[in-house]
């Protein structure tokens, strides 16, 4: 073969792994309607539709961004893919009065991205105990994959 066709070849190859990777990419994003004002990491969002999607080949990466292009954010979780809950994709918050904090997110391929619990929520977890009021969680659940 002539270095060209090997080119060629090497080149289809990889335009196949890429689109593999895409469509698996597509099949576990979500997207959620969410009713609250929520912080995910050290971002704020206001309520809107989300679409979550898993970056290809970084365990544990994904995107999440609202319908309007100026709320998003790319955050970083841990996977948990031992679970025994049917794959229903859903977001978790934890809510401490009126706050919200996203905390967990199934993937409609049944992952589950859990994510850690920062300084913010830490704050409105302590001023929430001190006002002897309680800690709930809200489930949102996501709408078929799109």
Known sequence: MTISVQRQ??????????????????????VTNVPFEFTAGDTSFPRDQYRISPIPGQNGVFMIRGAHLYHGAVLMSR????????????????R??????????????GRILHLSQTRAEMDAAEYTAAQNA??????VASNSPK
């Open 79 to 94: 996977t948990d893919r031992g679970s025994v809950r049917e794959p229903a994709p859903s977001l978790t918050f934890n």
């Open 96 to 109: 401490y009065g009126d706050k919200y904090f996203l905390r967990e997110l199934q993937l409609a391929d």
């Open 9 to 30: 070849i090497a080149i289809v190859a990889l335009l196949l792994v890429g689109v593999a990777a895409n469509a698996r990419a597509q099949t576990s994003e979500t």
């Open 134 to 139: 309680k800690k709930s969680t809200v489930v």
